[in-house]
């Protein structure tokens, strides 16, 4: 194995900043003259405000200045906009509300934004905010989901408080197939809504010079680019050659920190207003349980329609989607082209259909976190898959293999929009079973009882569909931005390497993985290699990163700017040895004239662009590319996850005893890095199946609003995982990669709630919470008593 | 947080003048639930009156058939504590399950008692082993001590200095946590002593309490299926979306057996 | 305005701090030291956990008064004479972190885990980072780094 090209489990580089506290994340980061931040939140779901009196607050000691909606309204501040234009199944646009960093005359969930407190140090703030007085007249809160046609309207905008109501895939061919149907499985579900929890609250700090009149915004950012995009194009209105984001460490994402929130536009805005005091703020977590955005809060309907042996003829879907009170920033394609699409999942289903309405409630808002409308899909078509092996009779892992896309169907079109372009699916499944041992499962449960305990094991089959592209692809389905990826590769004259690209790492180890990549391609030590991300006013354009992008749309970014050095070099080398470029190779750093022993070393050259005495006639001096690389389709990621559980029936818990996770994410750069993002992504899976949800009550309070009521898996909670993979590489980007940031998540609720219900003998919904499953232990004692 | 006066006192006396001399002081003991209370602007003390530079508050002694535990003493010495693990380890043990190893090394007996959160650990254990709870002023009997939701015997201005465990002959606590905060849902004391049983229960219900049927069962009895006809009510316990009464009902009878399958050892 | 004075790191330091000043602040404002992180606001998350008197406390639990006269390591202090603490290099050897953030906390915490319990089970490992959140590693890989570092740290 390579000791630092692509494939070697190259321990990290950037781990040695963080494991010796010199990490730089926002809230470590303090502006001289630096003002802080406290927001005003509704403390009431739904009202309107009749009144906000800021006199007191103002008067209060160190308090520089309290703003209101009002504030920024006379300054012509927009409003957050949704970056995804959904067409509903009439061809009408979906319902866009305004949502205002500050809001305009009302409250529309707990945690809404009603003014901010601006003082000389956080304490001042955060005790002058007490004494803004709000006169709020109240009004009816819409909290649940399946009721919220009918509730009290949010938005004028929006009748019946509906966004959108949404459909994909041919309904005649499905309501034929059900006709046609041996058998038909339902089963009605919940995707229960959670609340992302990156351990590094979000953070900002806006700062405007007045000298440049330019502005700088460091802020816990997946994509500093696209947030200056947002700020600048639609809510503050600044010329974006004007404005650098800066997102340094940022401590965990998961979908949270894509979004452009009201707190770093507030803090930008007042900045100016200040006369350039950089005005910071830091979330309490329990502001960040209110106000970062929520995800998944799904209820669906589903039916699978079979033949007399199990053959999948069509799948038909409804779901209401909860979108909250406003529209986060791509809130919309979540529960559409980022669900409904992936609900073919492996198998060759030939007619699916599903009908989505999003909704809008007096809760915060719901966009993408980890998985993103994928989790959801597979979490639906994994749970039907296995009810219906029960309903049949058969094999849960034997239904899956008969109704699997065959190796010989790719590139298959499935009936869902989306064309996989490679896969093989039994072998998956095969290694995932011989892991898990499934043929002595039955001796284990046997054993498992004899101990008085039910033990359950659950599947799931999952697809997953990464770094979302082409952008013309998604731009008509309503896109505002395009999907593509920058990036540039320097050499400096001494023939070292600066990479920067507009992928953002929080956590993924790109600095590492990259810089393995570049290493391979340049044939540059590994050492000599730097990463450069997160920075607006140094990198030349970038997307972010989320969706499992990164490296499948980053990474290939890199390896079209590798080619370009590459053939540059190659005019350069072909100079120095007085050949002709034709006959010039490039391998492992050498540039050789072929069929001879002359070579000259990329390092020699890169120099020798800098330093151009000797040089090609019409050749630009330098050695610096900039490539940008839009993707031809998704990749499609997949592989079979396996959870095996013990209930204990005298008090409900479920001990998770085995977990196996086989994955295909193509080509691997680095598997300690890609097992560690299996793990973490198993993690949040099984935290939401067992553990995590967010309640609001029925008046709007969101209960489980702390670290006490909202349960974070703990190390306690999980077993060791087992982790295996098999490889097809995905055909058509440069490096044959797929992505594997969501994996775990996606695969791990329908496991381990198949799993559960397979121990319990009876569906539940998510999070298997051990009251709900104690009652139905203790029902299936009593039958089986009986 | 709001404003406050910091003291540190460094005698009993002091510390309960500090304490009398404003009617909004309070006392600051390992702080693990004054200052999160505090934090999130809960609680709006004058003065904070921190009690760790008392020595008599601290540490654990035998005193005939007891083991007295000073206030200020903290989880993670109780549970450390060579006479606590050899006269009652089902102490050690309870105060080895409270909360983090973090907090442990911090949170005190009498900061716990004095707090009489519903779901806290050391009511189980004050109740359970009928232990006495000693103040500035008088002692106080168990049974008397734990008055309802947060609230206990302690009248303003009085502070706990000490709690004496009387030794049993066997004794386990069983807990069942809460799976965010991991404090009681229900936890369980059961002892056995030369005068009867106690079971003591804590997270079910606003305050710890005894289950007198438990006892008398287990009087005649000391094994689980003594408890088996026993049903717990669910009338006046807790119910919240982790737990509901009826459920908490239920796991007082399983961690009541648990514990006196340990006791049993 | 308080002065408390504490040794950090083995440096010795006296600051007048507001009454109300936890050590977590103290320690980020005032000595610059932002290795120690705050994660939330309720004391479970475990960013925040330095060594006081050589055990494991959450810094964001407990005033700077409190500390005073105290002994105060940090994350910043861990290594010595330039060399990372075992339990740092196990940390990084076997991929115990990924955004890093909780990485500060869960270190120390192993730390003393070790210091109490130098050949810890797996369970136990678990079980003592129970006031110490991760969201992104899903644990696996720290438990196998203070396996591992218990190992090294015994021969
Ligand atoms: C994350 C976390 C998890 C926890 N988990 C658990 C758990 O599982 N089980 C559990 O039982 N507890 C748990 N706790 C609470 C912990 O045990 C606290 O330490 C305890 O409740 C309070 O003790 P303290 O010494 O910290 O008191 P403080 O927080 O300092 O004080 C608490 C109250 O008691 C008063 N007080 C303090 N000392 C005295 C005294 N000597 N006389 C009179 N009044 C006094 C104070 O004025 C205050 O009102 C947890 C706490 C946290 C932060
Ligand atoms: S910051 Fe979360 S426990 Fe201290
Ligand atoms: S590494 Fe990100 S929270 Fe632990």
Known sequence: MPDSGIGAAVKRREDFRFITGRGRYVDDINRPGQLYASFVRAPIAHANVRGIDTAEAEKAPGVVAVFTGEDLEADGVGSLPCGWVV?????????????????????RYVGDHVAVVIAETLAQARDAAELVEVDYEDL???????????????????????????????????????????????LDLVNNRLIPNAMEPRAAIGEYDVGSDSYTIYSTSQNPHLLRLILCAFVLNLPEHKVRVVAPDVGGGFGSK??????????????????????????????????????????THAELAMDAEGKFLALKVDTKANLGAYLSSFATAVPTYLYATLLAGQYA????????????????????????????????????????????????????????????????????????DIGDYEPTLDKALEMIG??????????????????????????????????????????????????????????????????????????????????????????????????TGQIPMGMGTYGSRSLAVGGSAIVKACDKIVEKGKKIAAHLMEASVDDIEFDGGQFKVAGTDKAKGIGEIAFTAYVPHNYPEGVEPGLDETAFYDPLNFTYPAGVHIAEVEVDPDTGETKIVD??????????????????????????????????????????????????????????????FRVGMTVSECTHNPLGVKGCGEAGAIAAPAALMNAITDALGAEIDMPATREKVWRHAQAKLKAAAE | MYAFNYHRPNSLDAAAQALAANEDAKLLAGGQTMLPTMKQRLAMPSDLIDLSGIAELRGVCEDGDAVVVGAMTTHAEVAANEIVRSKIPALAKLADGIGDPQVRNRGTLGGSIANADPAADYPAAVV????????????IAADDFFVGLFETALEPGELVVSVRFPVPEAA????????ASRYAIVGVMVARTGGGVRVGITGAAPSAFRQTEMEQALAGNFAPDALDGISVSADGLNGDIHASAEYRAHLVGVMAKRAVIAARG | MLTVTMTVNGQKVAKDVDPRTLLVQFLREQLNLTGTHVGCDTSQCGACVVLVDGKSMKACTMLAAQADGCEVTTIEGLAKNGELHPMQAAFKEHHGLQCGFCTPGMIISAVDLLQQNPDPSEHEIREWLEGNICRCTGYHNIVKAIQHAAQDMRS
């Open chain 1, 87 to 107: 067409t509903d199944k009439h061809g009408e646009p979906h319902k866009a509300p305004p949502h205002w960093p500050l809001v305009r005359g009302k409250v």
């Open chain 1, 349 to 420: 289903t030939p007619a699916v259909h599903c009908n989505v309405r999003g909704y809008f409630t007096s809760t915060a808002p719901v966009d993408a976190y980890r998985g993103a409308g994928r989790p959801e899909a597979t979490y639906v078509i994994e749970r039907i898959v296995e009810v219906a092996a029960r309903d049949m009779k058969m094999d849960p892992a034997e239904l899956r293999r008969k109704n699997f896309i065959q190796p010989d169907q790719f590139p298959y079109q499935t009936p869902v929009a989306l064309v996989y």
């Open chain 1, 438 to 535: 499934y043929r002595d499962f039955a001796q284990r449960r046997a054993e498992s009882e004899a101990r008085g305990k039910l033990r359950g094991i659950g599947f799931s089959a999952y697809i997953e569909a990464c770094g979302i592209a082409p952008s013309a692809v998604v731009g008509s389905l309503g896109a505002g931005v395009g999907l593509w990826e920058s990036a540039q590769v320097r050499f400096n004259p001494t023939g070292s390497v600066s990479v920067f690209t507009g992928a953002h790492s929080h956590g993924q180890g790109h600095e590492t993985t990259f810089a393995q990549l570049v290493s391979e391609k340049l044939g540059v030590p590994y050492e000599q290699i730097d990463i450069v991300h997160g920075d």
């Open chain 1, 140 to 186: 009816d809160p819409v909290v649940d989901l399946a009721q919220a046609g009918e509730g009290a309207q949010l938005h004028d905008e929006a009748p019946g408080n509906l966004c959108y109501d949404w459909e994909l895939g041919d309904k005649a061919a499905v309501d034929a197939a059900f006709e046609q149907a041996a058998h038909v499985t339902k």
């Open chain 2, 172 to 179: 386990a606590y069983a807990k069942f946590d809460h799976p």
């Open chain 2, 128 to 139: 359970g082993l009928g232990a006495t709870v000693k103040t500035n002023k008088r002692e």
């Open chain 1, 258 to 299: 894509i979004y452009a929130y009201a707190e770093e536009t507030v803090c930008t805005w007042a900045s100016k207003k200040l006369n350039g005091k950089p005005v910071k703020w830091t979330a309490e977590r329990s502001e960040s349980f209110l106000s970062d955005a929520h995800g998944r809060d799904h209820v």
């Open chain 1, 659 to 720: 977990w196996v996770a086989v994955d295909d994410f193509g080509k691997v750069l680095n598997p300690m890095i890609v097992e560690g993002q299996v793990h973490g992504g198993i993690a949040q899976g099984v935290g939401q199946a067992l553990l995590e949800s967010a309640v609001y009550d029925d008046s709007g309070q969101l209960v489980t609003g702390s670290y006490m009521d909202y349960t974070m898996p703990r190390a306690d909670d999980f077993c060791e």
